[in-house]
């Protein structure tokens, strides 16, 4: 019996129940519970656009409940922001006929705007460090995995002191990288959102707007000023000893220049487009530049300056 055969109480039921049964297996799934966790919201997507808010607020409530009993008030508070704002921006605007690249924009938005006001509430409410939470639970892991191997007896007494200072060290790189972190776990939730709510919806027969093909994806200009100001930023921060400056700067780097890879890979597939490189070839290329640190940088700095110039606009007329 597919979903189209269904009458709408039991459909209503069954994306409900699947987005409660997604919540719980989240926390208990090594790989795939990450995923879980980021796009568990996608059947509430679907009962939004179907049957409307109402039918979201027992999942919601089901699965706030139970991080909180699993994940403690702020991972439960982080978890349900990241996500569920997400869900309710995704569903208003496909009621409304958004196009695809308006949907992600904001939907972005919302998870990270979910995501600020869950920090600020841990600093506000709870009066601990809003990066405590996160930061013990990389630290976590890691020694988890440390002592598994170490009750192995695969590691000697030296070699376990050289992994803890390497753990400390991961713990500051953590700490300094905490805002990208959290800009790709929003991007991530967005995508996971965007692409399990459109198979979902093909399965009760609604259509998701397509995103552009990737060889015309384009990213604002304002990454490439971005990268210049993180560049300056990241000069004075670190000759003047200014933290504040060079944490921002480097994140603002990173940023930027994963932007601009993004672009410069969609440029990459524009070429390829026009001199009809098969995709075996194509990925062969990828494979080569994520291989290669002068390539993937090399291909950074070409998307970063398609922003400005808009290397495809100047190809197609001079074709």
């Known amino acids: 019996m597919t979903m189209r055969q269904i009458s709408p109480a039991q459909e ?7 987005a409660i049964l997604f919540a719980l297996a989240a926390p208990f799934l090594p790989i795939l519970g990450v995923f879980l966790l980021l796009g568990w919201t996608a059947p509430l997507i679907v009962l939004i656009v179907r049957h409307g808010y109402g039918y979201t607020v027992p999942g919601v409530l089901a699965a706030a409940g139970f991080y909180y009993a699993v994940l403690g008030a702020m991972g439960a508070m982080h978890t349900m922001l990241l996500v569920v704002p997400l869900a309710l921006l995704f569903g208003f605007g496909l009621r409304r006929k958004w196009a695809a690249v308006r949907l992600v924009k904001w939907g972005l938005a919302a998870s990270l705007s979910g995501t600020t006001v869950s920090l600020l509430a841990v600093a506000l409410i709870f009066g601990v460090d809003p990066l405590a939470p996160f930061v013990d639970a990389v630290r976590e892991s890691y020694q988890a995995i440390g002592s598994a191997v170490q009750s192995g007896g695969s590691l000697t007494p030296s070699e376990a002191q050289a992994f803890e200072k390497q753990v400390s060290s991961l713990m500051e790189t953590v700490s300094l990288l905490a805002p990208t972190i959290f800009l790709v776990e929003a991007a991530l939730a967005v995508l996971l959102n965007f692409f399990a709510a459109g198979l979902l919806l093909s399965r009760v027969g609604e259509k998701m707007p397509k995103l552009p093909p990737f060889s015309e994806w384009r990213f604002s200009v304002y990454f490439l000023f971005l990268f210049g100001f993180s560049l300056v930023g990241l000069y004075w921060g670190g000759t003047r000893r200014i933290p504040l400056l060079y944490e921002a700067s480097l994140n603002g780097d990173i940023i930027a220049t994963f932007a601009g890879l993004i672009q410069g890979f ?10 009809r490189v098969g995709r075996f070839w194509r990925w062969v290329l990828v494979a080569f530049a994520v291989l290669s640190a002068f390539l993937m940088q090399l291909i950074a ?12 606009r100047r190809f197609s007329r001079r074709r």
């Not at 209503?12 to 699947?18: G, N, Q, T, V």
């Open 266 to 275: 969609s440029l990459l597939w524009y070429a390829a487009d026009h001199w």
């Open 12 to 18: 209503r039921w069954a994306f409900l129940i699947m």
């Open 301 to 312: 700095f070409t998307g970063l300056f398609d922003m400005y110039f808009d290397y495809r």
